[in-house]
């Protein structure tokens, strides 16, 4: 494997039910992203961790729980979702500094009936 | 509040010209500047990164950057139709993190 790999790419899921999302990287980076893309809005920043703490939580409802268990690693835990959680949530890592390239997973795009 | 600005398009190119997009931000400290390509059901990736006034080339892919004006553009010269894509803006602030404009959908006619 090499990049930022995610599982799972499409997920369909009730209000009730409890998913995860995973995300490694191969890059050797010190920062991991997770961010939501609606159709026709900029990418939103969810969560960031760096050295596998979190440091950004941007008014994230508590119905998404990030995990990073290591610098390669990244999950994003879901329960009880509403229908507007519906998007592309992507994953991202870094080196954590002024000029940090973020590199992209290919996505999960997720559903929630 | 940051922002970045993008027009939304679509910006429609014939096959050969030179297409120019642009990007406008608001936070005047921001020292980053990166240009994503993505294509329709994939993820963002990573065409130009640049950090200081004036061009930098990479192959048909051109950054430019004004910090004075705030604004950083791409050309994509001798445009094919695989250029055809959703091409973002981002700008990191103070605090490492990106800030994205909505992007803009161009559209290279054959």
């Known amino acids: 494997e090499t990049g930022v790999t995610q599982t799972p790419r499409h997920l369909v899921m009730g209000m009730t039910n409890k998913k995860s999302l995973k995300c490694e990287q191969h890059l050797g980076h010190n920062a991991m992203y997770w961010y939501k893309q609606s159709a026709k809005k900029p990418l939103e920043l969810m969560f960031v961790y760096s050295l596998e703490e979190r440091v950004e939580n941007n008014s994230v409802p508590s119905r998404f729980s990030p995990e990073c268990p290591n610098s390669s690693h990244l999950f994003l835990h879901l329960h009880t979702l509403q229908p507007e959680d519906s998007a592309l949530y992507l994953c991202?890592?870094?080196?954590?500094?002024?000029?940090?390239?973020?590199?992209f997973g290919p996505g999960t795009r997720l559903t929630v009936l | 509040q940051k922002e970045v600005e993008q027009n939304s398009g679509p910006l429609s190119v014939p096959e050969g010209a030179i297409a120019s997009l642009n990007c406008t931000y608001s936070?005047?400290?921001?020292?980053?500047f990166f240009w994503y390509r993505q294509y329709s059901g994939k993820s963002p990736e990573l065409i130009m990164s640049?950090?200081s006034n004036g061009d930098k080339e990479d192959g048909r892919f051109t950054a430019q950057l004004n910090k004075a004006s705030q604004y950083v553009s791409l050309l994509i010269r001798d445009s094919q139709p695989s250029d055809s894509a959703t091409y973002l803006c981002a700008v990191m602030d103070s605090n490492y993190q990106l800030i994205w404009g909505a992007g803009t959908k161009l559209i290279i006619k054959p």
């Open positions: 936070d005047r400290g921001s020292q980053s």
């Open positions: 640049i950090y």
């Open positions: 991202a890592s870094s080196h954590r500094g002024p000029y940090n390239e973020q590199f």
